[in-house]
């Protein structure tokens, strides 16, 4: 074929041909193939990799949005796009908070570059060698199961769930808070110093020299809570009657038993849980099927599922009503389900964030808690009139470490989701010494 087109090239630009050159010697033989399409079924057919493919389409690793609207901002996608988590991992980057030699000031390195800022989270985020040799060897092959230096912590803590080969690791990697961080320094917030010293982090007043945190709507622990809950570190942990201890899911489970079954195998699909949609909504099979409960437990188990919550529940409540200043909440209510990640699991709907005046990024401030506090500072130029005077009537926030600390295990607490299912004693701990403390 490829003579026939010089031949045909030749004979059209009409060049004079030279004389033959002399034969090559012959090639070395190839390696005998294998059937290639023989090894492409072994992993593309209708129980393998098709239905793995049809599950994942329920996962919110696939549906969600964030891989899209986070796409080029580099300190966001490590955990959001496939190439950031890649590269965090590739390069091993550093979570420790670095200190500018000049200024004093720190900042936090735990980033991607922005060549490597994109990439929705598909099956080769956890699984780095699809397609490598077209073996059955390239699957799973998990990116990362190493031990998490937690970027909240700037590194100083690790976790590293042993459990079914470390494998909780490659969750945690991106299913870990972000780090709060200390105004005056940009060094991470010292949550033992809000545990056990007395003092506010924020004053009242937007000018105040020694505010370390100002405090606004978005002042949050950032949604991947589960992992600090699940591995028992990542509260304020006030001194109090109950010890910090975890259950034994964190050293027996893996995110992995209870989010896609005993393996992640395609047979483990229940509803629209198991297997590779990674959820454990109303999947009771995992909890059994481990072998690790001996009585069959399900939605109505009182022992293992309807109290436990119940208590959890209970604590957010309590803590919440604790958390006000002359009447008005510091948490915020969001009773709409469209926006609020977090409904339903209180009965008022709290979704974590502050109840701070913000027309822009919390339109629904005055609709679901009675009141709200003022915004602090200077309010952006697009807000109007109306909303600067009202804004003007509302009361000044102010912050004790106690209540900084508590509002933070609130945070840890409500944003698990699980109401204590993924680490019982950890979060009861952190509730009951909080509200003790406040
Ligand atoms: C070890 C398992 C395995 C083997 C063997 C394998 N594949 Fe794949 N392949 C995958 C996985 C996993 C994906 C990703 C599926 C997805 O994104 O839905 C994939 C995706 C693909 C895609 C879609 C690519 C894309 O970018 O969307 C094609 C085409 C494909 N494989 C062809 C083949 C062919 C042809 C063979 C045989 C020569 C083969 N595969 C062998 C696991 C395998
Ligand atoms: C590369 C980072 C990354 C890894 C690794 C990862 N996740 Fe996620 N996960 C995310 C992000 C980001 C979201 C939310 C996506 C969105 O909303 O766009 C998410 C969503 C989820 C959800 C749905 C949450 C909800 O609110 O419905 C579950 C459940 C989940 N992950 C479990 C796991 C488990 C279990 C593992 C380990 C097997 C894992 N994830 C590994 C980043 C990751
Ligand atoms: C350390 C990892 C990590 C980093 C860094 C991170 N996120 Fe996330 N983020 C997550 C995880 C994990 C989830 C999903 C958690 C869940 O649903 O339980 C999430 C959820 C979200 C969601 C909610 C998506 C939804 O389901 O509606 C938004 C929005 C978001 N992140 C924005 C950001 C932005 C903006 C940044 C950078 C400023 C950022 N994230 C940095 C881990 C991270
Ligand atoms: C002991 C079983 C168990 C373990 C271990 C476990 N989870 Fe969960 N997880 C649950 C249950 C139960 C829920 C609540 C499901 C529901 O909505 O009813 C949940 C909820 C979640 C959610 C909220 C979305 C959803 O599916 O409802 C995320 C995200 C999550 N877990 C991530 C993780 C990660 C990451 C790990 C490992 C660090 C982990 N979980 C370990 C049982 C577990
Ligand atoms: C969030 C991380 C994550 C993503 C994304 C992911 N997987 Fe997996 N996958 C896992 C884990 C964890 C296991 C279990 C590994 C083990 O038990 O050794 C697994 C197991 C598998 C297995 C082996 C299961 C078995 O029983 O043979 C296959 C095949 C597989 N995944 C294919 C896929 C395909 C195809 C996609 C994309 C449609 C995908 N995975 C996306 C984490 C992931």
Redesign the pocket.
Known sequence: MFLALIVLFSAQSCVKQGPMGLTGANGKDGASGTDANETCKMCHNPTKVDLIAEQFTL???EY????FSEAGTIGCDP??T?EG?KYVVKNNVSTAFVQDPTTKKYSNPYATIVSAAYGP?TCG??HSEIHNTYTSSDLPSL?TVAAVPMTMWGGTKTIDLKADGG??N??I???QPRPFTNALTGNVLDYNALATTTGVVYDGNPKGATNIIKPSYRTHTH??TVGAIVGGMGGVEFPGALPYTSSAHATVAS??NC??GAKGAASDLVGRAGGHT???AGNFTTCNATGCHATEITATNTTFWVNPRAEIKTLLATLAAKLTINGVEIMNRNGDSATN?WFGITTQNYDGYLNVYDPITNPGAQTWNSSSFKYVGTPPATWNQAQLDYNATLPVLTLSNAQMGALINFQLCLRE?SLGIHNFAYSKALLTNSIAKL
């Open positions: 996962s919110k690793h969600g949005e964030a891989s955990c959001h496939q988590f989270l985020t956890c990116t494998k909780s490659l969750c990697k991106c299913h949604y991947g995110c992995e989010h896609m990674f959820s454990a990640l989701y």
